[in-house]
T-cell receptor
Framework: DAGVIQSPRHEVTEMGQEVTLRCKPISGHNSLFWYRQTMMRGLELLIYFNNNVPIDDSGMPEDRFSAKMPNASFSTLKIQPSEPRDSAVYFC????????????FGPGTRLTVL | GENVEQHPSTLSVQEGDSAVIKCTYSDSASNYFPWYKQELGKRPQLIIDIRSNVGEKKDQRIAVTLNKTAKHFSLHITETQPEDSAVYFCAAMEYGNKLVFGAGTILRVKS
């Protein structure tokens, strides 16, 4: 099993540019989560999907952030326009729906906005 | 919504000693409490979890205890080894399958 796949692994961009992060969940998993990790705010949930449907996006910081899951094997997180304060590690995780199921994290995308 | 507090923020122990990390949660409806370990530059990985109908769970050198009345749960690592050095996160499942994480504890095991 390849695990959760994220791309790119590192992204350096300039303020104002559009950034798209990509995630492929573990095959068979039907829940997908996007997290952001910073020293100041820790590990925070941005949005999650069940069966490709967004369930809770209350963690999305502002309208500059958007996420989609067009099918069971792909999701994107887009930031437009990007700002220096968006610099962080973004993790995608997947699991089976229902409580008590382990969330498996991807390797993360380290985003730096100059 | 759920709020999870974690203490201490940093913990240094001598190799072979025990380490204890404590978390409290606010929502009495939370029913699942996992612990994740994150090594430097790596992804968080589950090390142990406990459900609300269980008071204690053990897996080799790692154990977790849960006090539902007091709304707190703890991670216990015995006979610590240098490879236990990492950041540890507790979490509580608020509803559905949404996890709320604590701020993390940096554990340093000195050899």
């Amino acid at each position: 099993d390849a695990g959760v796949i994220q791309s790119p692994r590192h992204e350096v961009t300039e303020m104002g540019q559009e950034v798209t992060l990509r995630c492929k969940p573990i095959s068979g998993h039907n829940s997908l989560f996007w997290y952001r990790q910073t020293m100041m705010r820790g590990l925070e949930l941005l949005i999650y999907f069940n069966n490709n449907v967004p369930i809770d996006d209350s963690g999305m910081p502002e309208d500059r952030f958007s996420a989609k899951m067009p099918n069971a094997s792909f999701s994107t997180l887009k930031i437009q326009p990007s700002e220096p304060r968006d610099s962080a590690v973004y993790f995608c995780a997947s699991s089976l729906i229902a409580s008590f199921n382990e969330q498996f994290f991807g390797p993360g995308t380290r985003l730096t906005v100059l | 919504g759920e709020n999870v507090e974690q203490h201490p923020s940093t913990l240094s122990v001598q190799e072979g000693d025990s380490a204890v990390i404590k978390c409290t949660y606010s929502d009495s409806a939370s029913n699942y409490f996992p612990w994740y370990k994150q090594e430097l530059g790596k992804r968080p990985q589950l090390i142990i979890d406990i459900r609300s109908n269980v008071g204690e769970k053990k897996d080799q050198r790692i154990a977790v205890t849960l006090n539902k009345t007091a709304k707190h749960f703890s991670l216990h690592i015995t006979e610590t080894q240098p490879e236990d050095s990492a950041v540890y996160f507790c979490a509580a499942m608020e509803y559905g399958n949404k996890l709320v994480f604590g701020a993390g504890t940096i554990l340093r095991v000195k050899s």
